[in-house]
């Protein structure tokens, strides 16, 4: 499996526990740190730590266990390092500090979108509004 093919696969995890702002930065150029950052964010340290058990739990089905993990303590902001892709998964404000969108500005920034994210539907006889899962194509 290639890096990038790692870092979707993982950036589509992190769906599963309702990430939300997943971008995927390409480094490859700009650095020898990692191929590729997933960046992405939860609402609460709950929510944190069970996005990064899904990461890990996920990956290592697939082959690949963390080289090395930070953060799990404090759970604002945790860190899984696969080498060639490293993921941070932060709470909300937090990410807003630290800003690696900024830092690393010069990447290029791929957002990813969760397949099945709600789509509004509208029902004709009753006028209400339905919230459905559909897989976008």
Not at 14 to 39: E, G, N, P, S
Request: include cysteine.
């Amino acid at each position: 499996m290639t890096p990038k093919t790692l870092a979707k696969n993982i950036a589509n995890l992190t769906f599963t526990k309702k990430a939300h702002d997943v971008i995927i930065m390409d480094l490859k150029k700009l650095t020898d740190v990692a191929d590729y950052f997933i960046l992405c964010s939860g609402d609460s340290d709950t929510q944190v730590k069970a996005i990064a058990d899904e990461v890990l739990d996920g990956a290592g089905k697939n082959g690949f266990d963390a080289w090395r993990t930070e953060g799990f303590a404090q759970r604002q902001w945790i860190i899984l390092d696969y080498v060639d892709v490293v993921v941070h998964i932060f709470q909300k404000d937090i990410r807003k500090i630290y800003n690696l969108e900024k830092l690393w500005g010069d990447a290029k920034i791929e957002v990813i979108k969760d397949k099945l994210e709600p789509v509004v539907k509208r029902t004709t006889k009753t006028k209400r509004v339905k919230v459905e899962r559909v897989s976008k194509k």
